[in-house]
């Protein structure tokens, strides 16, 4: 192989250094917000939103905002390949 396939340039390492502390404060958040502590706000069956009690909705709205965080994620690691 030659020297060239080893070669990283140093703004490709920014890149994925953002990508990757953005996915891991992401999921941080997301890992809080469905702990105990903060998932007891959220232990309720009513209010009831678009027909799923307010506990199920808490629970999808956070994996619905973790998908849309890893496809920021996503894009700002492989943008410029």
Known sequence: MSEQAFFVEKEDLEYERKG?????????????????????????????????????FWTVLWICIEFVGLVVAYELEFKRR
Do not use: D, H, K, Q
């Open 20 to 56: 990757s502390r953005f996915v891991l404060i992401l999921t941080v958040i997301v890992l809080l917000m469905n702990t105990v502590l903060f998932y007891l706000f959220a232990n309720r069956a009513e209010p009831f939103v678009m027909g799923l009690p307010f506990c199920i």
